[in-house]
């Protein structure tokens, strides 16, 4: 059929045909709001290079967190910015921890609450890389054990899901063995499987004080321009046990999470990016923009590209906006 006979914009005269034949979905449900918990005395501190979110004590998580739950967002990414870093990320898996401490806490408050934290070194290393350092490169192996014993220490403080993000070669394998050797067979893994050397961590290396502090991370994250790489990688981590797969940034790679989808059938997160979310607050306060369609523009182009799960910092604020004015 052609014009005249066809005519698509018969399908988009009325709002509610327009919802019938609506081919996605963005829900509350596949949202995960990350935060930053941190070693401070203040309850909450404002993150400059972040506006509208913050760094939180553990005090200050749990209120903010069932602020959270009462607005429809029930899964959340922790990050820990702790009191000091070493050369072997001790605060990283340490039983008291500010990770550690903050998920014992929240499940105790708030048990259905889905705990995922991201498992890695930089912020817990004295350099800001994602592993150990040896002769002045980032040396994967001996990298391997330090994950998992932060893993298995997220895991024995009650977290639901370990998400490494350091992309050392054979972390998920390492991570598997040792959780299942304690007892944590049934916890799965989100693994960041496809996490690209991105200009778009700017705000977060800020906000969790894991700038490398000589060279960069092109060694062991990917290069943008590839996107067969990324099935190799999402390939790996899943034969090494992971339950789910990360794509990261996701803006600028929604074609990575298109092939993924079509290539594995397991669940795929994308993970929209600290400087993702600064750019659009940056341009909402803008005229001629609106943030809000914004926000729901492009998490449902990540919906649309494949993604089961949204990790993202607008999750909050998109609660907030449904509550008052039903916008999903
Ligand atoms: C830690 C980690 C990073 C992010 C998530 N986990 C930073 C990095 O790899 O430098 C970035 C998240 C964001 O920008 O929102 N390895």
Do not use: A, E, R
């Given at each position: 059929m052609k014009f005249p006979e066809a005519r698509p914009r018969r399908l988009r005269e009325n709002p509610v045909l327009r919802k019938l034949v609506s081919e996605t979905k963005l829900s509350l449900d596949h949202l995960v709001m990350p935060y930053f918990v941190r070693a401070m005395k203040e309850e909450k501190k404002p993150i400059p290079a972040l506006p509208g979110l913050y760094h939180y004590s553990v005090e200050g998580l749990l209120r903010e967190v069932g602020q959270l739950m009462k607005s429809g967002v029930h899964s959340i990414l922790l990050f820990g910015v702790p009191g000091k870093t070493d050369l072997a990320a001790s605060e990283a898996y340490a039983r008291n921890g500010i990770v550690q401490k903050a998920v014992r806490a929240l499940k105790k408050e708030f048990p259905s609450l889905l705990v995922i934290t991201d498992v890695c070194l930089c912020a817990y290393m004295s350099h800001g890389h994602c592993g150990v350092v040896e002769k002045g490169r980032v040396s994967n192996d001996p990298s391997l054990k330090l994950l998992a014993r932060v893993a298995v220490s997220h895991a024995e403080s009650g977290a639901d899901v370990a998400a490494p993000s350091?992309?050392?070669?054979?972390r998920v394998r390492a991570i598997r063995r040792a959780l299942d050797s304690r007892g944590f067979e049934s916890l799965p893994i989100l693994s960041y499987a496809a996490k690209y050397a991105s200009s778009f961590y700017g705000p977060f290396r800020d906000a969790a004080g894991?700038?490398?502090?000589?060279?960069?991370r092109k060694s062991y994250q990917m290069n943008y321009a590839n996107c067969q790489e990324a099935m190799k990688e999402i390939a790996f981590d899943l034969e090494e046990g992971a339950d789910m797969v990360m794509v990261k940034p996701a803006l600028a790679y929604l074609d990575v999470i298109a092939f993924a989808r079509r290539r594995f059938s397991v669940p795929i997160a994308a993970y929209n990016v600290s400087g993702e979310y600064a750019m659009i607050r940056a341009c909402g306060?803008?005229?001629?923009?609106s943030e809000k369609e914004m926000v729901l523009e492009i998490l449902t182009a990540m919906r649309r590209a494949g993604a089961q799960i949204i990790i993202t910092y607008h999750a909050r604020q998109l609660a907030a906006w449904n509550h008052r004015e039903k916008v999903l």
């Open positions: 350091d992309m050392m070669d054979g894991s700038t490398p502090q000589f060279s960069d306060g803008l005229p001629f923009f």
